[in-house]
């Protein structure tokens, strides 16, 4: 190029190269020092660190529950927008809305029964990701806060998915947000007066539904969003996923070093002798960052590359969750029941499947049921970190010092899917049991 | 800000007028975030509602002979006739929300299962409280009205 200056040809020749480095900046990598600069200079890669360690990659540890809850909200986000274009929030028109997504829009259903089926799916899968952060102990110091934001953006799916119930205006919706409104009316003091903002009105009708609206395509997504920012985040800040101290060490034998260990790993690999260990490390922007140490520089350790083993990682979770929903929603179509008729709940009336444990809670005492032990629930939920402090068991799944802290947890896992089982199934007509065989 | 300067500010200078305006600063602020939280609570609090009017005509007497055990779907309550003995009670149920079923024998909630007696007491489920009974008065026209906003106590037939 230097040779042909000022050469209308040479220039246009190498146009496309100059705009496609002048957009990514530097050449698909061939050399380490290549894959950080990418990582870096991406704006979408640099959320990544530019090392990940490997035990993070190992897929039953973490069995990508958590992307698989960011990719299902993706596509929630994407298909939400597009039905948005189609919607009207009106009692008179909603529901001939979602008959016309049947009748008259292209991929109408196709689209509505991947948001539907992402949005069940979102909520089994980010209820799952939490069983995972507890059964590895992965909420301990310094990780604490960000369970407490996990549980936060829990609930929040749980609302989202509650107020975009309510839009198809079915009876299905209808009767679910009367009983769940309802529900909130028992707590105490404030309980009527929460009702009454939430609906906009004593019952459920023209307001609600356009409350509802603009708190699940406005007001909630917002919120979550910066709260999923803010959980990702953290997990950098506090020096990635969560693994016991075993997997920092090398193999003693390949490497004759170890590397950036933990403090108290430090201190009895060399209590036990043998294993020299190297402690003046730098802090690097690259190092992966577990307690004060970093490490940097082209050392063995038990670290890889993000680009490409955690994106080659990701792309298969995107690729399985998105396959996952397409295929559900190829064969199955998301409910929609008569119009709302005021007069005539269904018989039985069901709340969305993931509240019909506090359903069938709510049928035996509607206060404890319905607003005291879920508060009580979701209090101890929020300070489990700040209860069980002990260090030991962290990043490995069901460790043994952790016996009575997974024990606990896994009943209240059991009790809750037993209780939505029992609601789902076992309840017929009039809420009386039944049995579904 | 220096050593000895912040030691003259301790000692004969408890409270200085930097602290003052940070404290002031800092009040404003927040005291600006409640008010614009409250005023967002209170913009978001409807003032009207478009429910239905809580009195209003249910037709003559003539429309419901002895024996009528029906529910008004619009107005959510249940007109009841014994010979010439009427009442109005709720078909809302107190529990959640629901609309109760109107039979021979009672009401019942397809919700969670509420059952109520022919006069609207509970006999099963998690309902707390009976079914309200609302205040039935004759108008001038011949007409019956309700008035969901004044309840009765149950078994306060109206005789027309």
């Known amino acids: 190029m230097s040779e042909k200056k000022n050469n209308i040809f040479s220039t246009l020749s190498s146009m496309p190269a100059a705009i496609w480095s002048s957009v990514f900046r530097n050449n698909l990598p061939y050399t380490d020092l290549g894959r950080s600069k990418t990582s870096f200079n991406n704006f979408f890669l640099h959320i990544h660190p530019v090392k990940v360690h490997r035990h993070t990659l190992k897929p039953w540890f973490t069995m990508g529950l958590g992307l698989i809850s960011l990719f299902l909200f993706l596509i929630l986000v994407v298909t939400g927008v597009l039905l948005m274009f189609y919607y009207v929030p009106s009692t008179a028109q909603a529901y001939d809305r979602m008959l016309d997504l049947r009748g008259s829009v292209a991929f109408g259903v196709f689209l509505r029964n991947m948001h539907r089926w992402s949005a069940h799916g979102m909520v089994a899968a980010v209820f799952l990701h939490m069983c995972r952060v507890f059964f590895t102990g992965s909420y301990k110091k310094p990780r604490e806060f960000n369970w407490v934001i996990g549980v936060i953006l829990f609930l929040l799916t749980l609302f989202l998915s509650f107020t975009g119930y309510l839009l198809p205006w079915d009876q299905l919706a209808f009767w679910a947000i009367t009983v769940g409104t309802a529900i909130a009316g028992y707590a105490p003091v404030v309980g009527e007066q929460m009702r009454f903002l939430l609906l906009g009105d004593t019952t459920v009708g023209q307001e609600a539904l356009l409350r509802f609206y603009v708190l699940h395509v406005a007001v909630l997504p917002v919120v979550m969003v910066v709260l999923i920012a803010i959980h990702f985040w953290r997990i950098r800040k506090d020096g990635g996923l969560s693994r016991p101290e075993e997997a920092d060490i090398v193999e003693p034998a390949a490497v004759g070093t170890v590397l950036a260990t933990p403090a108290p790993a430090m201190a009895m690999a060399t209590a036990a002798g043998g294993i020299n260990v190297i402690e003046k490390k730098n802090y690097g922007i690259q190092g992966l960052v577990r307690g004060p140490f970093a490490k940097v520089g082209n050392v063995p350790d038990n670290s890889v590359f993000s680009y490409p083993n955690l994106l080659l990682a990701e792309l298969f979770v995107f690729i399985l969750t998105v396959l996952g929903v397409l295929l559900v929603s190829a064969f199955f179509n998301a409910p929609l029941e008569e119009a709302v008729n005021v007069l005539h709940p269904p018989n039985p009336a069901k709340a969305p499947w993931y509240f019909l444990g506090l359903q069938e809670m709510v049928s035996y005492s509607a206060f404890w049921g319905g607003v005291g032990i879920p508060a009580i629930e979701v209090l101890v939920l929020l300070l489990v970190p700040y209860f069980d402090r002990g260090q030991k068991g962290v990043g490995k799944w069901f460790a043994k010092e952790r016996l009575l802290a997974n024990t606990l947890f896994l009943t209240f896992v059991v009790v809750n899917i037993v209780l939505i089982i029992i609601g789902t199934f076992f309840r017929g007509q009039n809420w009386e049991f039944v049995s579904p065989f | ?160």
């Not at chain 2, 003259?8 to 940070?22: H, N, W, Y």
């Open chain 2, 1 to 160: 800000m220096s050593e000895k300067h912040n030691a003259q500010e301790e000692s004969s200078e408890p409270i200085s007028r930097r602290k003052v305006l940070a404290w002031l600063t800092s009040m404003g602020i927040m005291g600006s975030a409640v008010v614009s939280v409250f005023s967002n609570l209170v913009f978001i609090k409807p003032r009207a509602t478009y429910g239905q009017p809580t009195r209003f005509s249910i037709g003559t007497p003539d429309d419901y002979p002895p024996g009528t055990r029906i529910a008004l779907g619009d107005q959510k309550v249940a007109i009841i006739r014994e010979g010439s003995k009427m009442a109005a009670i709720s078909i809302t149920c107190t529990h959640l929300g629901c609309i109760v079923g109107v039979s021979e024998t009672g009401f019942a909630c397809p919700c969670h299962g509420s059952r109520f007696d022919q006069d609207g007491n509970v006999t099963g489920g998690p309902a707390p409280k009976p079914l309200p009974w609302y205040e039935l008065s004759m108008a001038p026209n011949g007409e019956l009205e309700v008035d969901k906003g004044k309840e009765v106590t149950a078994g306060k037939w109206f005789t027309v």
